[in-house]
C-alpha cells in the first residue's frame, strides 16, 4: 500500500468492535492524519439517522 500524508480521514464507527474500527487499523497506514470518534447510535444510514454526531466529527477536519 502506498501512504498520503496530505489526505486525511475520518472514520465513524457505528457499532464498538465494528466495521469502523477494522477501517481505521486500514487506513491508518495510508494517512497521517486519521480521526474519528465513539460509535455512532446509528444504522447503516448514519448522515439521515445521526447527522450531529456526524457532522460534530466532520466539521472540524473539513475546516483545517
Do not use: K, N
Not at 8 to 28: E, I, K, M, N, T
Not at 44 to 51: D, I, K, M, R, W
Amino acid at each position: 500500500p502506498g501512504h498520503l500524508p496530505d489526505a486525511g480521514a475520518v472514520v465513524q464507527p457505528r457499532r464498538p468492535g465494528g466495521a469502523g474500527r477494522r477501517s481505521a487499523r486500514h487506513l491508518g497506514g495510508w494517512t497521517d492524519d486519521l480521526r474519528g470518534g465513539g460509535p455512532v447510535d446509528s444504522g447503516h444510514h448514519v448522515a439521515e439517522e445521526a447527522p450531529g454526531e456526524l457532522a460534530a466529527a466532520l466539521v472540524p477536519f473539513l475546516s483545517m
